[in-house]
């Protein structure tokens, strides 16, 4: 449903820019890209993933091989606040406190007898992104633009007694683009952004685990990495 949402978003900016590049049309606010600050606030849908490579692991003792794969992705909810500070006419910097619900699903499979373990992995993140905003001239109203950016982001719901754990700390490096659409109260932004995972988040040491056959998932992933596709719409 994501990957719809996404291509109908990328269609449709496209398709808007063009149009209103062909006439020109009386500006709505006109001048509220010259304030120095300006704030507002987002909504949006994200689509989380956790990379883990597999090691190909065997149990010494029991001959055990688990194969760790997230094998299912659920929409989840984003929302947040919007502090930008105009740099010049096409360059601007931003922070962005959001917060990120939504669960990763997680198979593991031993490949002799086919057995076959689960996990939900649910996170509630407060991400505070640093992005750089870099904006075309705008042409009666509308104004497309790409982001770039850092974001650190903190799991509040990690688990030690699951079968995977993950430290709750990241780094992500993100990259995107949107469209401002001037409407006659409010700046209106749509924008779609990928984020990608830079640290290790998977959590090595097991030592707090009540159920010691659990670290054999561990060992059998390399590291994690965290992804995120969103989907948000600003208001400002």
């Given at each position: 449903?994501?990957?719809?949402?996404?291509?109908?978003?990328?269609?449709?900016?496209?398709?808007?820019?063009?149009?209103?590049?062909?006439?020109?049309?009386?500006?709505?606010?006109?001048?509220?890209?010259?304030?120095?600050?300006?704030?507002?606030?987002?909504?949006?849908?994200?689509?989380?993933?956790?990379?883990?490579?597999?090691?190909?692991?065997?149990?010494?003792?029991?001959?055990?091989?688990?194969?760790?794969?997230?094998?299912?992705?659920?929409?989840?909810?984003?929302?947040?606040?919007?502090?930008?500070?105009?740099?010049?006419?096409?360059?601007?910097?931003?922070?962005?406190?959001?917060?990120?619900?939504?669960?990763?699903?997680?198979?593991?499979?031993?490949?002799?007898?086919?057995?076959?373990?689960?996990?939900?992995?649910?996170?509630?993140?407060?991400?505070?992104?640093?992005?750089?905003?870099?904006?075309?001239?705008?042409?009666?109203?509308?104004?497309?633009?790409?982001?770039?950016?850092?974001?650190?982001?903190?799991?509040?719901?990690?688990?030690?007694?699951?079968?995977?754990?993950?430290?709750?700390?990241?780094?992500?490096?993100?990259?995107g683009l949107g469209c401002d659409y001037y409407l006659p109260f409010f700046k209106f932004c749509p924008e779609l952004k990928f984020c990608f995972g830079l640290t290790n988040v998977l959590k090595t040491d097991r030592s707090k685990l009540n159920d010691k056959s659990k670290a054999i998932f561990t060992k059998a992933v390399k590291d994690a990495h965290t992804a995120m596709?969103?989907?948000?719409?600003?208001?400002?």
């Open positions: 449903m994501l990957r719809k949402i996404y291509t109908i978003f990328f269609f449709l900016t496209c398709s808007i820019v063009i149009v209103a590049q062909q006439n020109k049309k009386v500006q709505n606010r006109p001048y509220i890209d010259l304030r120095p600050f300006h704030y507002g606030f987002s909504i949006g849908l994200h689509q989380q993933s956790i990379i883990m490579p597999n090691t190909g692991y065997i149990d010494p003792e029991t001959g055990q091989q688990w194969w760790v794969s997230n094998d299912n992705y659920s929409p989840g909810f984003t929302v947040g606040l919007i502090g930008e500070w105009r740099m010049n006419q096409h360059l601007s910097a931003r922070v962005l406190p959001t917060l990120h619900f939504a669960s990763k699903h997680i198979t593991f499979r031993e490949q002799t007898t086919g057995q076959k373990d689960y996990q939900d992995m649910k996170s509630t993140y407060i991400a505070v992104p640093l992005n750089l905003k870099i904006a075309a001239p705008r042409h009666n109203n509308y104004r497309p633009y790409v982001i770039t950016g850092v974001n650190a982001m903190y799991n509040l719901t990690t688990k030690d007694q699951a079968n995977i754990a993950t430290k709750p700390l990241s780094l992500n490096f993100e990259i596709v969103v989907l948000t719409f600003h208001f400002e």
